[in-house]
């Protein structure tokens, strides 16, 4: 079992950037790849950046780009730097492994909310 904690969302102008991170309370290594989620109301979780064990990372259409992935395994934390920020890209973000999550590894989420 694993704890999920994620920080740094806020209130951002369009075009601006945040960097949320994710906190796992124990080594994150032995999973082949974590990604973030984001949730918007009403909709289902979207998996919009991964990044396996070794460093490579895929992002989804909507983000490529602009969002950058990245893992520390020595600090158990992954990392989603988002520039060029848009109106919908405000949305919950979430961390767990990926492309497959886990049920239990889901956390409160941060939330990222960017003004027009």
């Known amino acids: 079992q694993v704890q999920l904690v994620e920080s740094g969302g806020g209130l951002v102008q369009a075009g601006g950037s945040l960097r949320v991170s994710c906190a796992a309370s124990r080594s994150i290594f032995g999973f082949n790849a974590m990604g973030w989620y984001c949730q918007i109301p009403g909709k289902q979780r979207e998996l919009v950046a991964s990044?396996?064990?070794?460093?490579?990372?895929n992002y989804a259409d909507s983000v490529k780009g602009r969002f950058t992935i990245s893992r520390d395994n020595a600090k158990n934390t992954v990392y989603l730097q988002m520039n060029s920020l848009k109106p919908e890209d405000t949305a919950v973000h979430y961390c767990?492994?990926?492309?497959?999550?886990?049920?239990?590894?889901w956390g409160q989420g941060t939330q990222v909310t960017v003004s027009s």
């Open positions: 990044i396996t064990s070794g460093g490579s990372a």
């Open positions: 767990n492994i990926a492309p497959y999550p886990n049920r239990g590894y």
